[in-house]
């Protein structure tokens, strides 16, 4: 976890790059997914709430973080 957090902040300051929507989905994956792995070994979850817990990674990572861009009124 502390590894992929500090690959990403290393790859930002390579790139020169800001700290945007995609660097926070990157930390959010970062943080999450061996956050889910602990739970899957540590607990005694089912396999409905793991997967539900796992679509909503992927969900997040799937979706569009940009702005829709705006449009004018319909004539």
Known sequence: MHSGIALTFYRLHVLNADF?????????V???LPSLLILAVLT????ETLAALLGTVAGYVLSGSEPKPEQGPHQ
């Open 20 to 28: 945007g929507p995609n660097s926070i989905k990157a930390l959010g």
């Open 44 to 47: 005694d979850f089912g396999s």
């Open 30 to 32: 970062m943080v999450f």
